[in-house]
C-alpha cells in the first residue's frame, strides 16, 4: 500500500492515539485509502511515526465505527460498502432526523431553531460553488445541526456514529450523483416543515429525503 502521499504525516507527540484515529478516519472517508485496502501494521505505524499499540488502539476505534473490518486470518482492511448497506444506514438516519424534526416541532418558540438552520443552508449555498469535500462538509454540518439543536445528546451521539459510513456512502457514489443530494432547495424544505411546527410534515419530510437520497446514490 502506497502510504508516502498521504495526509498521514507530520503528527505532534501529543494525543497520538486521537491524531492517528483522526487522520486514518479522513484518508478513509475521502477515498485516500480505498475501500478493499489491506492495512498493514507495520507500513501505518511507520508513515505516522506511531508505536503499533498506539496504531491498534486507534484501528479498533475504527472498527467500532464500522470503517474497517476484519477479514480472514485477522486481516483489517477498510471496509466496501454495497448498496444494501448504504440503504440501512439513510434509514437509520431518517429515524434519528424524523426524531429531531419532532423535537424541534415541539418547541414552543423554534424562532432561533429556524435561523440556525438557515444559516446553515447559507453555509451549503456558499460551498457549492467549491469542491466535493467542502459540500460534504457544509451537507454534513447542515445535519449534524439538526440533530444538536434538539439537545439530545444520546440523539446527537447516535448520528456522529453514522458520520464515517454516511461519508463513505457520498464517497462511493462520485460527484455528480453526490452533488444531487447537496441542493440547498430539497434542505430548505426540511427547515420549511419544522417551520409550520407540523410535526407529521416535518417526519415526512426528512423520510423522503432519506429515502431519495438513498436511491441516488446506489445508482
Known amino acids: 500500500m502506497a502510504t508516502e502521499s498521504m495526509s498521514l504525516l507530520g503528527l505532534e507527540k501529543t494525543s497520538l492515539r486521537q491524531q492517528a484515529l483522526a487522520a486514518l478516519r479522513r484518508a478513509i472517508t475521502t477515498g485516500e485509502i480505498a475501500p478493499g485496502t ?3 501494521e ?4 511507520e508513515t505516522l511515526q506511531i508505536s503499533r499499540g498506539t496504531l491498534r488502539e486507534a484501528m479498533r476505534q475504527l472498527q467500532q465505527e464500522g470503517l474497517i473490518s476484519a477479514g480472514p486470518r485477522g486481516r483489517l482492511s477498510v471496509r466496501h460498502l454495497d448498496a444494501k448497506e448504504i440503504c440501512d444506514i439513510f434509514a437509520v438516519r431518517a429515524a434519528l432526523e424524523s426524531l429531531a424534526a ?4 415541539a418547541l414552543e418558540d423554534r424562532a432561533q431553531v429556524i ?8 453555509e451549503m449555498d456558499r460551498a457549492s460553488k467549491d469542491g466535493l469535500e467542502e459540500r460534504i462538509e457544509a451537507d454534513l454540518n447542515f445535519h449534524r445541526t439538526l440533530c444538536g439543536l434538539t439537545g439530545n445528546e ?3 451521539h447516535s448520528w456522529g456514529s453514522l458520520e464515517g459510513n454516511i461519508r463513505m456512502s457520498i464517497m462511493f457514489a462520485g460527484f455528480e450523483r453526490a452533488a444531487q443530494n447537496m441542493s440547498v432547495k430539497r ?3 426540511i427547515v420549511d416543515a419544522i417551520e409550520t411546527g407540523d410535526a407529521a410534515k416535518a417526519s415526512e419530510a426528512i423520510t423522503e429525503h432519506m429515502d431519495g ?3 441516488v446514490l446506489v445508482g
Open 115 to 122: 435561523k440556525e438552520l438557515r444559516r446553515a443552508l447559507e
Open 154 to 156: 444520546t440523539l446527537l
Open 42 to 45: 507495520t507500513e501505518l505505524s
Open 213 to 215: 437520497a438513498a436511491k
Open 102 to 105: 419532532r423535537e424541534l416541532c
Open 187 to 189: 434542505h430548505g424544505e
Open 38 to 40: 489491506h492495512l498493514v
